[in-house]
């Protein structure tokens, strides 16, 4: 069985930064691409970000394109999302996911990952 673990969510104000970690522990399923979601109450789950094994490939949502970074580590089994220029509407539960793959594959769509973590919740304020 793998287990994502998130960590390093909280609270900051608007403008503010966050850095979100994911660990992958359990059964090995190298390589795996990765991706981080979010979902606020009774909302859909919407894709933020995705990251392919080497790191070398990402694609990021619009509504955070310029303002959060993924990479990894995988000496560490670990992905990471900076989140600068955090606004109110940031505010979300955020999820990592991730799933064995190819090298060069990344996804954006939440069915397409086996694996998630419990999820950390991100709170900005204005």
């Known amino acids: 069985q793998v287990q994502l673990a998130e960590s390093g969510g909280g609270g900051v104000q608007a403008g503010g930064s966050l850095r979100l970690s994911c660990a992958a522990s359990g059964r090995t399923i190298n390589p795996y691409a990765a991706g981080w979601f979010r979902q606020a109450p009774g909302k859909e789950r919407e894709f933020v970000v995705a990251i392919n094994w080497s790191g070398s490939r990402t694609y990021y949502a619009d509504s955070v394109k310029g303002r959060f970074t993924i990479f990894r580590d995988n000496a560490k089994n670990t992905v990471y999302l900076q989140m600068n220029s955090l606004k109110p509407e940031d505010t979300d539960v955020y999820y990592c996911?991730?799933?064995?793959?190819?090298?060069?594959?990344?996804?954006?769509?939440?069915?397409?990952?086996?694996?998630w973590g419990q999820g950390t919740q991100v709170t900005v304020s204005s």
């Open positions: 996911a991730a799933r064995r793959a190819q090298s060069s594959a990344y996804y954006t769509r939440g069915e397409e990952y086996e694996y």
